[in-house]
């Protein structure tokens, strides 16, 4: 019967060894992963800023703040699951515990939203971006509008929401303030002064598919990354929760035997 009872306790300690070194192994993944969401929070805020006015909801921007948020939590849980592993403290894993299901729901959260705006994005995109063009480009209260415009159209090469001829019926070209220009000075393959005047192939861009094709194509792999980042990284956390509740059952069967 003792030796019953030793072969026993030998395997709830051999249990307990690899489950926290299964933890900690855990924790290291958790920490890049963690790291990898952030970076991807803040590269998409950075990179797609000057386009955000152009968006028709703040859906996008709102994934990516999520997955910031979710980054920081990361780090600072996973010195929290560290400190608890070491000392098999119950409370402090049973926060670490909670902390990861918590993580787990905001990173689904974020990855979800980015899979459903993927879904509308084209037909949204289209209806906005050529209302901006037409409607507020050029206008005084819309300065950030026109300012992601120029730069739309001069970093990606194109002209107009769907070719050149786009701009034909904008409220700016159609205005004095224009200046008798064509298309906006933005839209010429070298930029001077009132340059827009001439629409020839030779002096604009004419992008096949114009502004909308292009900008849409950047958005949508920025919104797969997005979303498999987040929804992997969410059953990453399913799977640190899962292991740390058979953790703490142990410890609480160690404690009662």
Known sequence: MTMIKKYKKDSEDCLTICLKYLLFIFNIIFWLAGAAVLLIGVWTLNEKRDYLSLLPSSTFAVSACILVFAGCLVIVTGFLGCCAVVREQKSALLAYFSSLLLIFL???????????????????????????????????????????????????????????????????????????RLVPDSCCKTVTEACGSRDHPSNIYKVEGGCLTVLEQVLVDHLLIMGAVGIGVACLQLIGAVTTACFICVLIKEEEG
């Open 106 to 180: 905001i990173e689904l959260v974020a990855g979800v939203l980015a899979c459903i705006y993927y879904q509308r994005l084209s037909g949204e995109l289209t209806q906005h971006l050529n209302r901006a063009m037409l409607e507020r480009y050029g206008e005084p209260a819309e300065h950030s509008v026109t300012r992601s415009i120029d730069r739309l159209q001069q970093h990606f090469k194109c002209c107009g929401s769907n070719n050149a001829t786009d701009w034909q019926d904008s409220a700016y070209i159609l205005s004095p303030a224009s200046g008798n």
